[in-house]
């Protein structure tokens, strides 16, 4: 994305907040007695975490969505069908300025709005047809606005729309999404305003990072429904990381973006923020928003103690914060763009390839498709992880788990006796069997030295020995993954393994030799590098076995 929007200078009067009148006690008097005892005890459920709770006690439906405003047992008692076509009767009702942009992706992408996805729209508003056509219209105007026409259309992914924003979303961390939901099941958004650096990062480019964090909980569907919470760290945040822009562009996104913002719980802020800042964001946010604003002050004991009391226990709450929860955005980062990768490359779609490639030369290939499905399946399934993390807290679908290649069945590799799963810390399992590309080889050798290893136990015991001697440099981990997965897997092409890996390729469904990855790198030079690694490993293996040094070949 380029920097369109750079920070405003102090003389673009637009973008001041001191324009904005103070939001006053009457002001907030007027907001607490317009409400119904109904509006009362929903804010106050939202904030303690009550309703989520509640809603998960629910049957879910096909297109539920936030806590307290969940489709429900509606979306089981309609005929989707009708409503569909009711939608897009609404849409077509709209004027065309407004509509345009959606059109447009209807034309360019039409799987991100098709019917499953209209579904989440309107499962946000209890499937009144004229709102979700609001709300998709200008969800549609706003994405072009904020990420311009050339990525708005691209999937939203670290390859996509969001290609350029991988090292800001790994470096900035002015926005984080939290390995871990709150006890009520609800994600959490972290704020640290005070990274703010608008003279280096725009106020696009953050509301982007934040458009992406919310479609990675929008995307799940026992996420999305309860809603997501914003713990923000206001210490050391003033006047020059204040924009006015910045809140329109946040407020505006969360009124069309299939979610409810359930509360925000604002942290240590100081008495010029409190005072002087506070009540001007307040002008600037929706009644919903305000009525969920809660601010938290005096020392880290105590404001964690009151955290406890909204569903965010000391183990939910940052290590910067003073609670015990890490946070590392680059893992974040590079762990989401492997499970995208792998949602891209199915496992299906190589064991079909595997499969077909097995028929046509059944005496080149052991029986190893069903293995390689099992090792892309479980890959996805432990990036992925559990389904529901409001109940088993466990890390959620939006920071998947370490990628870990499985161990093949005994029976497939009858030879080789079952071992230790896993990627070691070089990143190459110590599981399955080896068959060159050149030459087949059986599973395990019994001539020549370490007669009890299979060339990949064997290989894996040298790559150990040259990091304990310190030879060679550090290799990249997607190479080490997409190395082992050839060296187990002789039958996976080279770019089969390159993009299970972890590379990241714009458009799979059109790749090419010449197709460059998201670090400008084309397709054949990392097929051409992971060929090297394999003929490498290859001599290596020879030269163990013959000489019984486990140093690795020095091609003397």
């Given amino acids: 994305m380029s920097r369109h929007d750079p920070r405003p200078s102090s003389e673009d009067d637009d973008d001041d907040l001191c324009t904005v009148p103070a939001f006053t006690a009457e002001d907030e008097r007027r907001d607490i007695e317009s409400l119904t005892l109904a509006d009362l ?171 992406y964090f919310l479609e990675t909980i929008i995307e799940e569907e026992s996420l999305r429904r309860h809603g997501f919470v914003i713990l923000a760290d206001m210490r050391n945040y003033d006047w020059q990381r204040s924009s006015k822009k910045m809140i329109q562009l946040f407020t505006r996104m969360v009124s069309f973006m299939p979610i409810e913002l359930m509360g925000s719980h604002l942290c240590y802020p100081n008495a010029i923020v409190h005072h002087l800042l506070f009540p001007l964001i307040k002008r600037l946010i929706p009644r919903s928003i305000r009525l969920r604003f809660k601010t938290h002050h005096g020392t880290p004991s105590q404001v964690l103690t009151e955290l406890s009391g909204f569903c965010l226990p000391v183990d939910r709450v940052p290590v910067d914060m003073g ?66 993390l409001g109940q088993s807290h466990q890390p959620t679908l939006f920071v998947p788990q370490p990628l870990v290649v499985p161990q093949p069945q005994p029976q497939q590799y009858p030879n080789i006796p079952p071992n230790s799963n896993g990627i070691s810390s070089n990143g190459i399992s110590s599981n399955g069997a080896h068959t060159g590309t050149k030459r087949a080889r059986a599973a395990s050798s019994s001539d020549g030295h370490f007669a009890g290893l299979s060339d990949y136990q064997l290989y894996e015991q040298i790559v150990e020995r040259r990091h304990t001697n310190t030879i060679g440099r550090k290799s990249d981990p997607r190479m080490n993954r997409a190395l082992a997965l050839a060296l187990q897997n002789p039958g996976m092409s080279r770019p089969d393994a390159i993009v299970a890996g972890g590379f990241a390729f714009p458009d799979l469904k059109s790749i090419s030799r010449a197709t460059k990855d998201s670090e400008g790198i084309t397709l054949k030079q990392r097929t051409d590098q992971l060929g090297r690694r394999v003929r490498e490993a290859e001599k290596w293996i020879q030269h163990a076995r013959q000489t019984g040094d486990l140093s690795g070949s020095q091609d003397k």
């Fill in 41 to 211: 005890v929903k804010v106050q459920a939202d904030l303690a975490g009550l309703t989520s709770l509640l809603d998960s006690l629910q049957p879910s439906s096909g297109g539920g969505n936030a806590a307290g405003n969940t489709a429900g047992g509606n979306v089981a008692n309609i005929n989707p069908a009708l409503i569909i076509t009711n939608l897009e009767a609404e849409l077509h009702r709209l004027p065309q300025t407004d509509t345009e942009e959606y059109y447009k992706a209807v034309e360019k992408c039409p799987h991100q709005v098709d019917h499953k996805r209209k579904m989440i729209f309107l499962g946000a508003v209890n499937n009144d047809v004229r709102a979700t056509a609001a709300h998709i219209a200008e969800y549609w105007k706003a994405r072009v606005e904020v990420f311009g026409k050339n990525k708005a259309y691209l999937p939203m992914t670290l390859g996509g729309a969001m290609g350029e924003e991988k090292m800001n979303l790994a470096s900035r961390c002015v926005w984080q999404l939290l390995p871990y939901p709150d006890t009520a099941g609800r994600p959490v958004l972290f704020f640290c305003p005070s990274r703010r650096n608008f003279a280096e990062y725009s106020a696009m480019q953050e509301i982007a990072a934040l458009w």
């Fill in 323 to 388: 609670g015990m929860l890490a946070v590392n955005a680059p893992e974040w980062v590079m762990k989401r763009q492997v499970l995208e990768t792998l949602r891209q490359h199915s496992a299906s779609t190589v064991a079909r390839g595997l499969a077909q490639h097995q028929r046509d030369n059944p005496q080149q290939l052991p029986p190893i498709s069903d293995a390689t499905t099992a090792i892309l399946s479980a890959a996805i399934a432990q990036v992925q992880g559990p389904a529901s």
